[in-house]
């Protein structure tokens, strides 16, 4: 019985000293790496930090945050934000943010609220540390800028995790439900009301190959795009439908080149829609939509409209129409 005692105890005694060594550890890491932002481009400040958690958690508490890079002009700031890990799987992190923050962009200021916006990202528990899988969701969101505009949402998971028998490839996935654009946004849109103020669904799957693994190293490696695979993109907006499928890659100059198909339902309601996003000149609108109702004939329905996004020597075309240089994805 004694024995069994002495045990427990000692166990006790070399978890709590675990533990109070991993949370000081925790605490110094945070505390010296805000410092060390003072003489970089970026500043970081905090009110105040904490661990807690005993004896099976590290619930680190970070109060007042602020960080800011005064040459970009983008910044974000925060009442607080908590990050948790389980004592025995540390390389499982959890973090939850809070319902209201501000994200500073160059000429605006963004307030964002949310209900249960919160992270997770899982590491391999292995010495190079890499990612397994990392996860965001949120309930209601909203964004509202200083310039005027409010974009919502009802629901969202993003979610990144590696892909099975591809070196350095991860799969991406999108689910967002209710998404509200600005109704200023809307009304240059869809002025006559033909389109509903939510698109109902938002749905993305893809699977990214990049030049090396993240993990610990990713900071020497600096992992960069190899190829972008879209196996499903799916939009709802009232009645008109998107689904789209294709492969993108950066060029010697990390410019995107490849091609993604998109099948759309009620197509002619996109227009406006392309027009508003700057994607088409005004002046050239009714020269697209002759042009697309064309192709849409071709396909039996002209309602239906089956068209590639092409990407090519550094120029994007939708179809048979121009778009113009093709965006850098290195």
Do not use: C
């Not at 003489?39 to 930090?49: F, K, P």
């Not at 209900?115 to 990392?134: F, I, K, N, W, Y």
């Not at 033909?194 to 030049?211: D, G, N, Q, Y």
Request: glycine share 8%; proline share 8%.
């Amino acid at each position: 019985m004694r024995k069994l005692l002495f045990l427990l105890v000692t166990l006790t005694v070399l978890w709590s000293g675990y533990w109070f060594v991993g949370s000081s550890l925790i605490r110094n890491a945070v505390t010296d790496w805000i410092a060390a932002q003072s003489g970089g481009e970026m500043t970081a400040e905090t009110a105040a930090l904490s661990v807690a958690g005993f004896p099976n958690r590290f619930d680190l508490t970070a109060e007042g945050i602020r960080f800011a890079n005064p040459a970009s002009e983008i910044g974000w700031q925060a009442p607080f934000a908590q990050v948790f890990a389980m004592t025995w799987k540390p390389w499982h992190i959890i973090a939850a943010l809070p319902p209201e923050q501000t994200v500073t962009l160059p000429g605006e200021e963004i307030a964002v609220t949310s209900e249960g916006l919160r992270a997770s990202v899982r590491a391999r528990p292995t010495l190079d540390v890499p990612l397994a899988m990392a996860i965001v969701e949120t309930g209601p969101l909203s964004a509202t800028s200083s310039e005027g505009w409010t974009h919502a949402l009802d629901k969202a998971v993003l979610s990144m995790g590696a892909a099975t028998g591809t070196p350095n490839a991860y799969d991406i996935a999108a689910d967002i439900a209710g998404l509200a654009p600005d109704p200023t946004l809307l009304r240059q849109i869809a002025p006559d009301g033909a389109l509903p103020a939510e698109v109902s669904t938002v749905r993305l799957r893809a699977t990214a190959t990049l030049t090396a693994p993240l993990d610990r190293h990713a900071g020497q490696t600096n992992p960069r795009l190899a190829a972008l695979t879209l196996s499903d993109l799916g939009v709802s907006w009232g009645e008109v439908t998107l689904t789209a499928d294709g492969t993108i890659a950066p060029d010697d100059q990390g410019l995107a080149t490849g091609r993604i198909n998109f099948t759309i339902a009620n197509w002619r309601m996109v227009i406006p829609i392309l027009v508003a996003a700057g994607t088409i000149r005004p002046q050239l609108a009714r020269t697209a939509e002759t042009m697309l109702e064309g192709l849409a004939r071709q396909t039996g329905d002209p309602e239906v409209l089956k068209i590639p996004l092409t990407m090519q020597d550094g120029w994007m075309s939708f179809g048979p129409i121009p778009l113009g240089p093709a965006p850098a994805l290195l």
